[in-house]
């Protein structure tokens, strides 16, 4: 009815009803319901998932990146993927969008981000798969260039700081929310058991790989291996020592020292809030998020190194494929283990604090501190 139609009703004396009650018979709409759906950021992560596993079903969402349109699921839908995009922005879109999307019921899933990182010397080495407890923002704090501050303030090592403070390491006085993020903690120690399992499976990377991780003193220098330990988010793709090692520290003042970071992304956060936000009104199940990186790349060079900009663009460091087959290898025991063992998987109860810095899911955070400003 367009305006005018309505104005003539009106203008007849017919009364138009303010109370609209719309039918409630349509017909009821059979739902997929996936057991395990796998969450890549890019084009070559998701390579192996689309090459060694069929899935049968292929179609386009509303809201999905113009890059990867397409949600895959196999012949039973018990399987499905999905590729974000990289960075957050791309991270939380892609999410929101395939959380809400009606075709889908989350009730039951299990969720593998499945993606590659940088890694933290200190923690990792090259083609190694991590898996998280925490995943934490980094650098979404003020920032100024060092050539700016440096003669007023001599001790600071970079140009970021928090916000509300006056320090690099203090803890922030306010918070956007998005900082921190814990996972269901069993539910990642079973993940870890399974991904060990397959350890022996990894392979070391191409020759340049190896000669890479001799650079580097333990851990940093041992085959691949599994890891249980944290990822960073930011959008601001960070190298070399002073940042990595700022923000191993801010890691550890953002988490009141749990978290211990071990991997560089750009996306997890964005993703987690997506599911936090859901999970807040039961569309997914936040205590069923797994978080996987492996190791494509060192976040610093060799403390030899005296050009980490020439370490960073030029130095060959082999490639990233080692990662890349190391991911989907650990990543694939985990679907196959939670399609195998379903019911164990399934009664797997989170014993810790699960969510975010605001409490949103409920229940007692055990990191950060009671008295944020919120904006
Ligand atoms: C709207 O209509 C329904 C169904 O007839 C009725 O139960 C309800 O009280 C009405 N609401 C209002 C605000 O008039
Ligand atoms: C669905 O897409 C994947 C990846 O591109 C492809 O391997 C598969 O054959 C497609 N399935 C069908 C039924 O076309
Ligand atoms: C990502 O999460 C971490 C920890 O949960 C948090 O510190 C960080 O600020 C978040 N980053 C973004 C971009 O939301
Ligand atoms: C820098 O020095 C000031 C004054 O001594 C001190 O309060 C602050 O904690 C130091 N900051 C860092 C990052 O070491
Ligand atoms: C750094 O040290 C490693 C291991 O000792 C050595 O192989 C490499 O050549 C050194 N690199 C530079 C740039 O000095
Ligand atoms: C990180 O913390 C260590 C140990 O407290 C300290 O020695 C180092 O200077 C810090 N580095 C940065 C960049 O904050
Ligand atoms: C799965 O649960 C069953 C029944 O509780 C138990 O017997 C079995 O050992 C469990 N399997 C694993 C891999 O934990
Ligand atoms: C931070 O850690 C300290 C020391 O372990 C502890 O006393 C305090 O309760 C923790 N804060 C929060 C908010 O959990």
Redesign the pocket.
């Known amino acids: 009815m367009n305006f005018l139609t309505l104005l003539s009703l009106i203008s007849l004396g017919l009364s138009f009803p303010l109370n609209h009650t719309l039918p409630t018979t349509s017909p009821k709409v059979d739902k997929f319901q996936p057991k395990v759906f796998v969450v890549t950021m890019f084009s070559l992560e998701e390579e192996h998932w689309?090459?060694n596993v069929?899935?049968?079903?292929?179609f386009t969402l509303p809201g999905l990146s113009p890059l990867y349109p397409?949600v895959?699921c196999t012949t039973d839908f018990d399987v499905c993927h999905v590729t974000t995009g990289e960075g957050e922005i791309n991270a939380a879109n892609t999410m929101m969008a395939l959380l809400l999307n009606p075709l889908f019921d989350y009730s039951e899933t299990f969720w593998l981000i499945n993606g590659i990182a940088g890694g933290h010397p200190q923690e990792i080495s090259y083609g190694s798969v991590t898996i998280a407890k925490y995943a934490v923002q980094v650098a979404l704090q003020y920032e100024m260039s060092y050539n700016d501050i440096m003669a007023d303030h001599k001790n600071w090592t970079s140009g970021y700081w928090s916000y509300g403070s006056d320090d690099p390491l203090a803890y922030p006085e306010n918070v956007y929310g998005t900082e921190v993020f814990e996972l269901n903690e069993k539910l990642r120690d079973k993940a870890l058991e399974v991904a060990k399992s397959v350890e022996d499976q990894f392979v070391e990377g191409s020759e340049r790989n190896i000669g890479l991780r001799k650079l580097y003193p333990s851990p940093a220098n041992k085959k691949p291996f599994v890891k249980g330990c944290d990822v960073l988010t930011s959008d601001t793709y960070f190298s070399a020592k002073t940042l990595d090692d700022y923000f191993y520290n801010l890691t550890s003042v953002l988490t009141n020292g749990s978290a211990t970071y071990c991997s560089t992304a750009q996306e997890d956060n964005a993703s987690l809030e997506a599911f936090i936000r859901l999970a807040k009104s039961g569309v997914a199940r936040y205590d069923r998020v797994i978080v996987m990186r492996s190791i494509s790349d060192y976040a610093q060079p060799p403390s030899n190194f005296t050009d980490p900009v020439y370490w960073f663009n030029e130095y060959d460091q082999g490639g990233i494929q080692a990662s890349l087959d190391n991911l989907f290898t650990a990543g694939f025991a985990i679907v196959e283990d939670i399609l195998n063992n379903w019911d164990n998987y399934t009664e797997i109860q989170a014993d810790n604090y699960l969510g975010d810095i605001f409490g949103t899911l409920g229940g007692k955070m055990d990191f950060g501190k009671e008295s944020y400003v919120i904006h």
């Open positions: 689309l090459q069929y899935f049968a079903n292929n397409m895959h």
